[in-house]
């Protein structure tokens, strides 16, 4: 039988020390690290630009009949006395 004391040194299985296994831990992690900084792009996303607005008002009060013609939106129905020839902005 043959003890670990009479096998030469050079044909022993070499060790793995923590010092190595630390460091090829700490190797991996910055390759990591840099693979997703180098690998994730951020783009700016331009908005949308708005090409149609509508005018709503809130009524504030109900009115029983309906504008024949109507010069704004708004939830209920709104019979004015207006005596501009244009619509006023609200």
Same mark, same amino acid.
């Given at each position: 039988?043959?003890?670990?004391?009479?096998?030469?040194? /050079? #044909?022993?299985?070499?060790? =793995?020390?923590?010092?190595?296994?630390? *460091? $090829?831990?700490?190797? #991996?992690?910055? #390759?990591?690290?840099?693979?997703l900084?180098?690998?994730?792009? $951020?783009? =700016?996303?331009?908005?949308?630009?708005?090409?149609?607005?509508?005018?709503i008002?809130?009524?504030? $009060? !109900?009115?029983? !009949?309906?504008p024949?013609?109507?010069? $704004? %939106?708004? %939830? /209920?129905?709104? %019979? *004015?006395? *207006?005596?501009? /020839?244009?619509?006023?902005?609200?």
């Open positions: 039988m043959t003890l670990p004391a009479d096998i030469p040194s /050079d #044909l022993l299985p070499p060790r =793995v020390r923590p010092v190595d296994r630390l *460091g $090829f831990t700490l190797f #991996l992690a910055a #390759l990591v690290h840099l693979a900084i180098l690998g994730v792009g $951020f783009t =700016v996303v331009k908005p949308a630009e708005i090409r149609h607005t509508m005018d008002t809130l009524a504030t $009060f !109900k009115s029983e !009949k309906a024949e013609k109507a010069d $704004f %939106q708004a %939830q /209920d129905n709104q %019979q *004015g006395s *207006g005596t501009l /020839d244009k619509k006023a902005v609200p």
